[in-house]
């Protein structure tokens, strides 16, 4: 049992887990990837460092997180749940928390040209939508656990799935048909979703899950009732989520996607943490 | 002519800095020095450094920022005025500016024990409360170029004026009598402050300014109207103050004291100069 779990491993994500560790508390990090930050080449707007890779910036952060024992799980995950308290369930593992953090950015793992058919035939939820789908052909947009997970539900509701891994090598083994080509385009008309181009073909499908990598913030905020604007997580001035213990930061709520917003509000987010914990 | 006049070179000045310069501006930073950071022994908890002397983080934003081309000039700002465009008025020069970021930190130089006769016989402007004790006896609290451009003011007021360098050395001459031992007490009744105790003695007053060090970020906000909140600095989301073309950001604006807040509210705050820069 954890004080905190704090899912992401970036800026936000660190910056929470090093304030919280100094404030007496016991966070945990869970993540995948160091996620966008991984992938910028260059920093050179970050305050204090003069120019650095995107790589060696997330390393050193992770490493002072090391530094103060904070342990960091490079685990997917694949459920969130909240029973008495907040459960976190990775491929390996299981994780109980009194609160929880969201950090972990936003879901680069979107598919762009699947954006205009949002609500309207491509979900980001299975538990939320799936139920919609019954008896109907599905299409499930992944190659991991987490895809595994989402067709856990699916599997329920329908024997018609596809399974597209868009490109990418499949990591688990599924008993439906898995086509591993590329996505070039989702096409539709005014009622939704229709159909799904490949480099090689096309299929015809009524729905499509997306659940490509890791869970992301967004499938997390769906599936658990958080409240989003614009593809943002809410939070009050505490960074506290509409629900009571959960709190985000970073990319994931919007403004300015920069390091250095990014961890300022998980030193917020701790302080709002603190104030949390304390009243429980 | 400047795009903006930075005063302040600690995290959230040179951020700001940082930030305009890519954006394409031509910002110039005004500091007399690093400020409260440039105080902290030992920093562990911004993200990306693990252990740094608060000395050597405010030379490597320094040094970040002349890697820029930024000019940064090591001098004391001794007035503020809003003319066609922004003029700041320090010890050696006058520079001008289409706007005007405010980032050089809480006020370091508020003397505490004077703090509960604020608006009750101490001030922090002379331009704004001078005028309330005209022919009366009013004691000035300051050592240098500040101090001075403060007494030009109340000298037109009253012949009765002591000056307080409050232990400190005195760096410029004055026509009037100086005391230079330490303050022990501000002491007064309900109707106001009556008299400073110093080390040594004791003077009987009517009113008190304050105006140790450089301009300080109360001062200047009570000298130009700019909005306040229990001692904050009040912007909008553009990190605009009630005043057009006035920004503000970092530990004047009040939150989290912390270097991590400084340099989040420094990008944003540029964010808002290119908009407001764009919308002239």
Do not use: W
């Amino acid at each position: 049992m954890y004080d905190v779990i704090i899912i992401g491993s970036g800026p936000c994500g660190i910056a929470t887990a090093i304030y919280l560790k100094r404030y007496g508390y016991n966070p945990i990090i869970i993540a995948k990837d160091n996620g966008a930050l991984e992938r910028a080449t260059l920093i050179e707007n970050y305050y204090g460092i003069n120019s650095i890779s995107g790589h060696d910036l997330a390393l050193s952060g992770i490493n002072q997180a090391k530094n103060l024992q904070i342990p960091i799980m490079s685990e997917e995950v694949i459920d969130v749940s909240i029973e008495k308290n907040f459960v976190v369930k990775t491929s390996n593992n299981s994780y109980e928390a009194k609160a929880l953090m969201l950090a972990m950015g936003k879901s680069r793992a979107k598919n762009p040209l699947a954006q205009k058919f949002e609500g309207a035939g491509v979900s980001y939820c299975a538990t939320c939508d799936g139920f919609f789908y019954r008896k109907k052909k599905i299409a499930i947009v992944g190659n991991g656990k987490y895809m595994l997970e989402e067709l856990s539900v699916l599997k329920n509701l329908t024997n018609d799935i596809l399974i597209f891994s868009d490109g990418k090598p499949l990591d688990v083994e599924v008993p439906y048909k898995t086509i591993t080509d590329k996505i070039i385009d989702f096409k539709g008309d005014d009622s939704g979703l229709k159909e799904i181009v490949t480099k090689n073909d096309s299929y015809e499908i009524d729905g499509c899950f997306m659940a490509i990598g890791s869970m992301q913030g967004f499938s997390i905020a769906s599936h658990i009732g958080i409240a989003t604007n614009n593809e943002n997580i809410l939070v009050n001035s505490d960074y506290m989520t509409n629900i009571k213990g959960i709190f985000a930061g970073g990319d994931l709520i919007g403004g300015l996607l920069q390091v250095s917003k990014a961890v300022s509000d998980g030193a917020n987010a701790a302080l709002g943490i603190k104030k949390y914990l304390m009243s429980k």
